[in-house]
């Protein structure tokens, strides 16, 4: 049973469109993190949120962590190919992360 | 670049046969994780380590056994490799900030 769930499982849009991820849990987490993984690589972290409410912005990515801790969201304005990617959220548990199942993000030129 | 890498990067055995993954580090980070990683389940943890000759199963654990009798080193092995096995198997460091892993660049095995 996976502790977050991530939707949609995937997505395939135009270049230049926008796109967003969801990540959800029924458990409350100190923090959440969001990783890209691109073909043939480990994840590589983008974004750590850590308080209730909070809106983190990486260039053209926008992340938010929800006002109660159980949710955040990743948001993409004009994706660009450059974008695909898998999109892995992950939360603490203990000295271990729990990932969620990944959004496969394609995007078209 | 966190320094972490593995070997074999790809690798073709036969069911029933035991394989051993490397994982190796630079940094003397002190938790060490190997995970598989198979369409529809992201990244599933199968054992970790705390420390040198401190380890714990994690998630999938069943048919995996690991060592780490180095700080730099983390060995993952499949005692007799059967064809549910076959997987991306990636190794991680935890480092920087708060929980923050880094990975190497994987695995492949095919178990035949």
């Known amino acids: 049973t996976q502790l977050l769930e991530q939707s949609p499982q995937f997505l395939s849009i135009q270049e230049g469109e926008n796109l967003t991820v969801y990540c959800n849990s029924s458990?409350?987490?100190?923090?959440l993190q969001w990783y890209r993984q691109e073909p043939g690589e480990g994840p590589v972290l983008l974004v750590t949120?850590?308080?209730?409410?909070e809106v983190k912005k990486l260039k053209r990515l926008t992340f938010q962590f929800g006002d109660a801790r159980k949710d955040s969201s990743l948001h993409i304005t004009a994706a660009q190919p450059g974008d695909t990617g898998l999109y892995l959220c992950?939360?603490?548990?203990?000295?271990?992360?729990?990932f969620g199942a990944g959004t496969t993000v394609t995007v078209r030129a | 670049d966190a320094g972490i890498t593995q070997s074999p990067r790809h690798k073709v055995t036969e069911t029933g046969t035991p394989v051993t993954l490397r994982c190796h580090q630079t940094?003397?980070?002190?938790?060490m994780y190997w995970y598989r990683q198979d369409p529809g389940h992201g990244l599933r943890l199968i054992h970790y380590s705390y420390g040198v000759k401190d380890t714990d199963k994690g998630e999938v654990s069943d048919g995996y056994s690991v060592s780490r009798s180095k700080t730099e080193d983390f060995l993952l092995t499949l005692e007799s490799a059967t064809s549910s096995q076959t997987s991306v198997y990636f190794c991680a460091i935890r480092g920087g900030l708060g929980e923050t892993q880094y990975f190497g660049p994987g695995t492949r095995l095919l178990v035949l």
């Open positions: 458990s409350v987490f100190s923090s």
């Open positions: 949120v850590v308080t209730g409410g």
């Open positions: 992950a939360g603490p548990n203990d000295y271990k992360l729990s």
């Open positions: 940094e003397n980070h002190r938790y």
